[in-house]
């Protein structure tokens, strides 16, 4: 005699299905992209004239990457180690040299009038440069510019940029500031006519 078929309990499958569907989702991990963080400055007030300012040649360090991942700073071809010290001497001109940057005096806000330098770092790369090689150099001038900052910060507060209060902070930032300008990356494979 034959058994008569009988019904499955589907149910309690739904209820498996949806119980590994959230284990799976608990426990698996997403990759986020991460990119380079940088804080943009803030929008111009819309009410501000902007004048034009000329840069002097002497307060410009460009700090160019090549198709073969060579790196040159300043005009002369060096390996990535010497980067971070060469763009520090840029940026303090301890010797006040006439063909590093150029200082000018600004009243900083609560911390009274301090010789500023004019430097600015302009990173230029060509598209056929390595994501590798332009990380390692922003890396480098990025390091610069703390340890200038870091330096600042001992000297006026007797502790490291980062220990610094909110005030502090500013304060460095305006001493030391950031001037580090990207370009467009370079097509060299196009000739001109």
């Known amino acids: ?22 284990f799976f ?45 060579r790196l040159f700073a300043g005009g002369q071809e060096m390996p ?21 940057p150029e200082k000018r005096e600004k009243e900083i806000e609560g911390f009274g009038p301090y010789m500023v330098s004019r430097a600015l770092v302009s990173l230029q790369n060509t598209r056929g440069t390595s994501y590798k090689a332009y990380i390692e150099v922003q890396n480098e001038l990025v390091k610069a510019f703390n340890e200038v900052r870091d330096e600042f910060a001992m000297q006026n507060f007797g502790k490291k940029y980062d220990l610094l209060d909110e005030d502090q902070q500013r304060i460095a930032r305006d001493a030391v500031p950031m001037n580090l300008s990207e370009r467009e990356p370079r097509d060299v494979t196009k000739r001109r006519r």
């Open 25 to 69: 989702m608990m426990v698996t991990t997403m990759d986020t992209e991460t990119g380079i963080q940088r804080r943009l400055p803030p929008m111009p007030d819309e009410n501000q004239i902007e004048q034009a300012e000329q840069i002097n040649k002497r307060n410009i360090m460009v700090v160019l990457i090549n198709n073969n991942d």
């Open 1 to 22: 005699m034959a058994r008569p078929a009988g019904d499955i309990n589907a149910g309690s499958m739904a209820d498996i299905a949806f119980l590994l569907l959230t």
């Open 80 to 100: 990535i180690v010497m980067l971070k010290e060469k763009v520090k001497e840029f940026l303090t001109n301890p010797a006040n040299l006439p063909n590093l």
